[in-house]
Structures are given as C-alpha cells and as structure tokens.
C-alpha cells in the first residue's frame, strides 16, 4: 500500500552527543541498535517507510557516513545515499533532497510529494505511524506544508510544540497549524498539554518539494536557489555547499510559513521518541525497577540495582547497590551516571573535546 | 637500628576477594599498589621491616605468586622466598618459617626472635611500628608469645579485639593478653573501646621459633611435628604439605595461649589498615568529598561526584553526580558499587565461580 510518487527524505545527521560515549561524531546515534531489536535506527526507518516509498528513499547524511550508510542499507542504490561535504543543518540537507526530486518531478512531468523523517528516532506503532504519513502526503498534494503533530504523553520540556488550529474542509483530519513555539519550561508545557491544542513538533514535514522550497524562498532567495543550481549541476555541490546557511528547517521555513497560514497538521498517535538521553533510552528500555541491559545481558551482573547498562566493550560488569544508575561501557571510554543526569554527559563531550581528545568524541 | 637475631616473617597470601576485579586470586591485592605511592603493599612491607630485620627476612607464599614476588623484591635471595604447594591458612605458612628459623637457630646456636606481618597491610607511621616490634621482640626473648595491640580508632565489627590484662612485671610497656575475641557486633565494639582494655588484633606475633611451634605441639603435636619434619627434609614439602590443617594461627595457637597465660601484647599507636575493601580504600586515600582516583588522574573526569575510582585500563571514565561511588575499571572486567556496599563485592566473586569464570576470579 505504498502512497503514489511518494518519496521519503532521511536526514541522517547529529552526533547525539548526549548518548557519548556510545553515539559519536565517528560513529552517531543513527548508526547504532538502541532498541535491543536488532536493528540500527536506521536500519528500523528505512524498514518503517518501505511500506509507503517503496525504494524512493534518499538519505542525506555526512561524507564520513555514507559508507556506513550503504553498508547498513545494502537495497538502496549509490544515488540514493547523498553527502554533505560538511554540516549544515537540517535545511540544507532536505532542501537538497527537494531540489532534487523538484527537478526529477519537472523532467519526467510527475507530481511527487516528499516526506521527511529523522534516521534516529523510534517509532513503536509503525502502522499508525504510516497511517498518518499517508494523510499528511493527502494534504500535502493540495499544497500545505504538512507536518505530523505528536500526541504528548506528558508535559516534556525537551520538545518544541506546534498549536493546532482549526480543521482544514475536507482535510480528513488535517488541521491549520496556528504556531510552532520552542521548548517550553514544564508550567508551560504543561498548560500546552492540558489546553489540548498543543501537539509535539518530530521534525516530521510532507509537501511538494516546489511548495517546499518556494516557501524558502519566500525568507531567503539565495538559499532555495543555491539548493536548486546544486541540482541543476550535481559537480558544483562542492563549490556551492559552503554558502549554505545552518539553519534548521523549523526556523528557516516551518515558522514563517505557520505565521502565514500556510501549514497544516494531521495527529500522529503513534509511540514516538527521540531518545536523546539515556533516561530517555531507559524509558524505552521498560521496567523500571530493573537494569535494563542494552546488548549481551549475560556481560551483567546485577545486584539491588536499578538503571540501564550498556555493555559495549565485551567485558564483564558487576553492578551492587544503585538505582537508576548508567553505566555504559565502550573499548576506550567509560561513563558512570545517573538517569537524572543524563542531559549532562554533552558536558563531559564538551569538556573532552577542550582537552583534544578528538579520539573519544 | 636493627634487632639482633631478628627475622621477618611475612605470610603472602589471601585472594583479597572484596578487592575485584582489581584483586584476585591471580594478582592478589599486596602485589598491588593500593596507597597511590607507586609501592605495593608487598613492597612496602618488605621496606617497613628493613630497618628491623635488614635481609633476614623470609616470605611465604603460593607458587603461583612466587615469581611476582621474586620480582617485586628482588634484594632478597631464592632462599628467602618459601613457596607454599597449596593454599593452607596462616598457621602452616608462619610454622613452615618457624620451622626453617627454629633448626637454624640449633644448628648455628643463634638465638632468633621471628616476627610475622601481613604482607598486604598499611602502615602509615613506619617509626612508630618498629618501636612497637623492638619492645616485642624484647619481651618474645623472655619466652613470652607477643602480639602487637593496634590502638582502635572507632569500635570497628570487621577486626578481631585482644583484651589487654596486667602489666608484664618490667616489661616496658607489655601487658599480658586476657583474651582473643573474634569480631565483634559494633554495641559490642563499642563497649570494648569505650573499656579501654581492648585492642585490635591485626595478626602480628612476635615470638622465638621454638615458642611459637612448642605452643603449636600442645594444641595440635602432629601439626607442628610435620613442619619440623620439612625443615628437617625440605625435599619432602610436596609429600607433607597437604596434610597440614587449614586454620589461622590465632585459632590454632594465640587463643588457646591466651587462655593459659602465655600471651602478652605492645601497643601500636600508629596507623594501622588492613585496607580489606573500596570503603578502607576510600578511607586511606583520604578526602571523602572529592573522587578519589588510584592511578592516573588525568583518565578520570568527574562532576558533582565523590568515591574511589581505580582506572586500570587505560580507558578514559566519566562519572557525574554520584555519591560516594565506587568504580574499579580493569581490561577484562568493571565494578560499579558504592563504598556503603563494598562489603558485597565478594557475592560478585562468588556469583563468577559459579559461573565457572575462573578467569575474571
């Protein structure tokens, strides 16, 4: 039941610093199994948009990944694995993919719509998930910008949030989307959540990619040409890339284009989560009263002991006498924390990275 | 500043269980430095004991350990160094000495006072220690059994306690032993530090060879017959060794010698651990506030976090916002504890065993 010229845009980006020192700038979060499935998060995106793209996939990701891109992606073809030649952020790497399939779209006369989605994200209902990508590539077709609101499960202020407005006619469910807003303080998220209006932006957009980039055009010319000249002539990436601007794709055309009007939502009442930290891979991981062993469980011997542990280097781990614990174990680093002080390990990145310690970062 | 006829004997032994994975039975704990002073415990025993005994000193150890010991002291001769066949407590490994230093005092008709000492104990007062070892090789010439008293510094559970009598009649300072007590409850502790007339037995007997095996003979006379025999025919240690009991010498002889008024005790007014787990360890190395790291500094990066931290592998180890933690960091295996439960660490070993991971134990 694929959605017809559907094309799904993978952003593969992101060190997930916060997951150090398993996720790196060498070896990023996308890459890895943090669901105990089998299965990397890229490898779990690709297999949840199959259904709906079929092989129109394009991957976007770094130069130094694209090797372990292909590797971990064996169906996709050379042309569908696109590099960056340095970061740029998300705007520039799904205005890429746009220009490319606005190109494709005008040479062989075809009406496609493009969806992105983060390669490091988990999503634990992927048929509601499709469900909702296939009424988002609806509404996209009659020329929104189209972006998936999350049902919020609680008052987190880790993600932005986007206002729904009223229904679109006939829109099956789509609604105006009225504004994004930033991460909010927990009063505020908590106001949003029992408002009922407010959902959680994933960074997940649905739309033409003229639609796309003509909104971008509409705040920054130079970029959207810039991304369509790259298309027009693939050789000069190298010499254009530089020029772009770092910016991410909320602020550079999500937000303006909810001022005016211009974007839609459909709920999106799947299981979703960033993990960005390992309190939040806890979560993911289940039983909270246990450790939960992300990799080889008989590598851990656990005694009163609550928390995860990510037993990474092949050795042994004893565990006595501590709740909510972190202990995650590679060949050249160890980390030892706590759930609720997961958000600080990008200070021991940042803190590593002062002493040159570019190895282990 | 030496004691004539004096000789050191110092038991190796003991896997050190509550020290893994940084001790085990392979490398047990006096092969390692554990006072960040870049000696071992081995080494500083044999240091401590120079100035009383210079090269009359005889250790006694397992096979498996003999080479390393040879290595660590490598001042002493082949001869110096007496390998055990097999595992059979402190009373074999001191009366295999006693054994040797008894027909050498007769052959050469020497009279020898032998004092023995842990080999993985701390002693942070070295001066004061050989004070308390000349006034107790002083009253072992009068015939007596003589152990050294450590003056308590809180009522511990985890040592055994000497009850201190009468005053030897001119014996600067010896008093007589009531009673060996086994370790205590800490009301029970308490009580008997708060008596003043208890002190803790670490396991140091100073006595003339000849004493310390005829005692031995009034217990057990098989037992102390069997270890002539070897010193007589050293050739025979593989055949007789096995036999010997397994049991301390403080059961097997300083107990029941108490009984029947023939020990006596000196004070030991100087720092004295036995360091015999993360939380002695902690102690030792000092300010509870801060982490406190054996071996290289520059590997560990802590915020908001206090405890031991021992990286033996080389590897880089973050630790942020636990208290009083403990983590022991070695190539094939890691310990994550806190110092409240360090106690526990030999469930671990034992789990191991039974796991048949005789190589991590």
Redesign the interface.
């Known amino acids: 039941m694929h959605i017809d010229g559907f094309w799904a845009v993978v952003p593969a980006g992101g060190a997930g610093t916060r997951l150090?020192?398993l996720s790196r700038s060498g070896s990023p979060k996308f890459l890895h199994d943090l669901t105990g499935r089998g299965r990397t998060l890229l490898e779990q995106t690709r297999e949840r948009l199959a259904p709906l793209a079929e092989d129109r996939v394009l991957v976007v990701t770094g130069e130094r990944h694209r090797a372990a891109v292909r590797a971990q992606l064996p169906d996709l073809s050379a042309e569908a694995v696109l590099a960056e030649p340095s970061p740029r952020d998300s705007m520039a790497a799904i205005g890429l993919a746009a220009a490319h399939l606005e190109r494709q779209a005008r040479e062989h006369d075809q009406d496609l719509v493009l969806g992105s989605f983060a390669a490091d994200h988990v999503i634990t209902e992927p048929d509601i998930f499709q469900d909702a990508v296939r009424r988002a590539a609806a509404a996209a077709r009659e020329g929104w910008l189209v972006t998936i609101g999350i049902e919020p499960t609680f008052p987190s202020p880790a993600f932005g949030y986007l206002q729904q407005g009223e229904p679109l006619p006939g829109g099956a469910g789509a609604h105006r989307v009225r504004q994004f807003v930033e991460k909010p303080s927990v009063p505020v998220a908590e106001e949003y959540v029992a408002s009922g209006e407010y959902r959680w932006n994933a960074g997940m957009f649905v739309a033409r990619p003229q639609v796309l980039l003509d909104l971008l055009a509409e705040q920054d010319p130079d970029f959207a040409a810039t991304l369509r000249a790259i298309a027009a002539e693939p050789d000069r990436l190298g010499e254009l890339w530089p020029r772009l601007p770092r910016i991410a794709i909320d602020h550079a055309v999500a937000e303006p284009a909810a001022a005016a009007g211009r974007v839609a939502t459909v709920p999106g009442d799947f299981g979703w989560e960033d993990v960005g930290d390992f309190d939040a891979l806890g979560s993911l991981l289940g039983d909270q009263d246990r450790v939960q062993v992300l990799g080889d469980g008989d590598a851990v011997?656990a005694?009163?002991a609550s928390g995860v542990v990510v037993p990474a280097s092949g050795?042994?781990?004893?565990?006595?006498?501590?709740d909510d614990?972190v202990?995650v174990?590679t060949?050249?680093?160890?980390?030892?924390?706590?759930r609720?002080?997961a958000q600080?390990?990008k200070?021991?990145v940042a803190?590593?990275k002062e002493r040159g310690?570019d190895d282990?970062t």
């Not at 050795?315 to 501590?322: F, H």
């Not at 060949?331 to 706590?338: S, Y």
């Open positions: 150090w020192p011997l005694r009163d050795r042994t781990i004893a565990l006595i006498g501590l614990v202990v174990d060949p050249d680093a160890l980390l030892v924390t706590t609720e002080r600080d390990v200070q021991v803190a590593l310690r282990l």
